[in-house]
């Protein structure tokens, strides 16, 4: 049973400057929800209880909200205004919060090594909330879940994107082994349409089988001088095997203004139940 993930979250987010200057960008709102309590919301509904945070300096302001915060209680408690705190009063209560600081941003891979004090030796989630995942029958990680029960090997969500947007991802190539489930055979971080294998782009949801972290520790720097997650899992797959996902769902890139407006707006018309 997989209960862990991992939620990187120590970037700069300096696309959204100057939003985020003194502010994490994973807790900016889409409509009135944190953009990473989205991301939570999906690892528990998995069973992902076990939730751990790789963050880094400025953002306590995450912590602080996955914890109680005694004064708005107070306030709020036996007022109507209690309904606005259920959504985070059910995620605390389902879910613990663990925190450990990635000291220096060396990249994704790194980010997820550092994870390994709390993952320790069992398979686990890692969750990209920039990546929001929304409006299915079935969160993208509970789909995964589903399948690693079946598979017992690392997997990766992946969609097809345009080809000039290739660049922005790590793009696998695989064998079509059945309806939107390949195992991969390479993988590319963030390809040159000329070089990309395919238009299968890897979105922020992994899992991740524990062999990982020591494949990651002799994992030199890649893509922009950063221990790259891509290039671990394709010395995973060419050892053992290495699974590629096509959800069912919806994604919004809210690692981009543009991506995290539509997201907004979506959710707006879509989820957001005003009272
Ligand atoms: C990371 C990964 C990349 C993946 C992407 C998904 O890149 O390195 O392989 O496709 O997340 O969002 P980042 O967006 O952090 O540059």
Avoid: W
């Amino acid at each position: 049973m997989i209960k862990k993930c991992l939620f990187p979250v120590a970037g700069y987010g300096t696309r959204f400057l100057p939003a985020t200057k003194s502010q994490p960008k994973e807790m900016l709102p889409v409509v009135n929800k944190p953009l990473v309590q989205y991301g939570v919301e999906e690892a528990i509904e998995a069973g992902l209880t076990e939730v751990g945070f790789v963050t880094g300096r400025g953002k306590r302001a995450i912590a602080d909200h996955f914890d109680i915060s005694y004064e708005l209680e107070n306030q709020i408690s036996g007022t109507g205004k209690e309904k606005y705190l259920s959504s985070i009063r059910k995620v605390m209560e389902e879910g613990t919060f663990t925190f450990t600081r990635q000291k220096e941003m060396l990249g994704l891979g790194h980010a997820i090594l550092t994870g390994r004090t709390i993952v320790g030796n069992e398979a686990f989630g890692v969750i990209l909330a920039d990546d929001l995942c929304v409006d299915q029958e079935e969160g993208v990680m509970k789909q995964m879940v589903n399948l690693y029960n079946q598979f017992r090997c690392s997997i990766v969500a992946i969609e097809e994107v345009p080809e000039d947007e290739v660049h922005k991802y790590g793009v696998i190539e695989g064998e079509n082994i059945k309806e939107g489930l390949y195992r991969v055979t390479n993988m590319v971080e963030k390809p040159s349409k000329e070089d990309a294998p395919s238009n299968l782009a890897i979105i922020g949801r992994y899992i991740l089988t524990p062999d990982i972290f020591e494949i990651i520790e002799n994992t030199p720097p890649g893509r922009n001088g950063e221990v790259q997650i891509t290039d671990a899992l394709l010395t995973q797959a060419k050892k053992g095997c290495v699974m590629a996902y096509k959800f069912r769902g919806k994604r919004f890139d809210c690692g981009s203004v543009k991506g995290f407006v539509e997201a907004s707006n979506y959710v707006f018309e879509n989820l957001y139940e005003d009272d």
